[in-house]
């Protein structure tokens, strides 16, 4: 994932963002068939609509956040992609009754900490 930001983040300097999305998109599509036939099974025609669904969030998402690139730096842009952890957090203990246990609560704080912290210095230092 660091290197598919990474490269998005050298693309958008060159090419639209949409361009990015479509290329990126392919190449893990590419890079994954072989895995997913191993083990495909045709989804049902509600299985396709929930695909479609995430598909569509998915590709929209990824949209933004390669916008994103192209309007920012990495480090400013990095202490937001740690949200995923408080909504994975609460998708998990609303939608699947999962409790996080102390381990997942410090972890996280640590990982969510650590990263506002660099990205803070960081700032002081481009003033600088």
Do not use: C, N
Not at 56 to 75: K, N, P, Q, V
Request: charged share 10%; no cysteine.
């Amino acid at each position: 994932f660091a290197v598919s930001m990474l490269v998005a983040k050298q693309l958008t300097r060159t090419v639209e963002s949409g361009a990015v999305v479509a290329w990126l998109s392919l190449f893990v599509t590419l890079v994954l068939a072989p895995a997913a036939f191993a083990v495909w099974r045709t989804p049902t025609p509600v299985e396709l609509m929930w695909l479609f669904v995430t598909a569509s969030f998915a590709t929209a998402g990824h949209y933004a956040l390669t916008r994103a690139f192209a309007l920012a730096d990495l480090s400013v842009l990095q202490p937001f992609s740690f949200v995923q952890l408080v909504w994975a957090l609460l998708l998990g203990y609303y939608v699947f009754s999962e409790t996080p246990d102390m381990w997942t609560i410090i972890g996280g704080s640590i990982i969510v900490g650590s990263a506002s912290y660099i990205a803070h210095r960081e700032a002081i230092l481009r003033r600088q």
